[in-house]
């Protein structure tokens, strides 16, 4: 596995991987790695000769007051993890490395933006379309690969590949969950013990919800409600973000299920903000 910290030797080995004939995946991580990422790099490494993963904590999509500085890093395990997954090449960059001290090209996908994980957040979106279309840049894939535990991200990417006529095919993969339903998260290590008890839950009401769906309800105030009365009761110590039920390809809320909706839900619980979802299908 290559390793570059400098973004034009990386897109140098990009080029020579293309030149020869390489199909080429890439992986952008915030590193801190686990089998959800782990799941990604494997699926690149399955369908592609050149497997490029990056690490890098973007520090244009945390808010002031949000985590950036605590968040978990650990990049000697990330290389060793990302190695033994199939990765060719580990890009890890630092800030300046990646944004000018006068950046101020930005790309925003309003619309995709405007609810869920944007109403609280609301820099978060233009500092991923922005980190994700220089990594793209620079490495210049067939394929990038995300997961649907950040649904929204993956929604809001594939709209900006297509507006931007980018050729690369932006795939999203299954959530990664621990035994007992939580969705592995880089932020699950914030979890005390008796909120990691708790965090379960989260996916435990989207499947309460996913039920009641498959039962006939498609009212989708009814429906959240619901998950916000599971919460109540098995996850006390969460404190809502928000509850919602959106048409999974434009992200917007839906009033009532039509054909298959997706229940998206951030709930914070102690220092972790922990976002998950599930597909309703009437
Ligand atoms: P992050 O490092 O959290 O920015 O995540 C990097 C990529 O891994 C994103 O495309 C995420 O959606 C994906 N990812 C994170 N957690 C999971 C998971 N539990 N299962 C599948 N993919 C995940």
Redo the contacts with the bound molecule.
Sequence with gaps: MHRFNDPKEFQEQALADRARGKTTALV????FLHE??A??IRWAAANADAVYVSVFVNPTQFGPGEDLEAYPRDPGRDAALAESCGATALFMPAPGDIYAPDHCTWVEVPPLARHLCGASRPVHFRGVATVVSILLHLALPHVAV?????WQ?LALLRRMARDLHLPCRIEG?????EADGL????RNVYLGPAERAQAPGLHAGLLHAAALARDGQRDAPTLKAAIAAYYAEHVPAGEVDYIEIVDPENVQPVAALEGPALAAVAVRLGRARLIDNELLRP
Excluded: E
Aim: net charge positive.
């Design positions: 952008p991580t915030m590193g959800g990422h799941s990604l995300f997961g649907q535990k950040d991200q993969r299954p959530i990664v969950r969705a592995l998260s880089s």
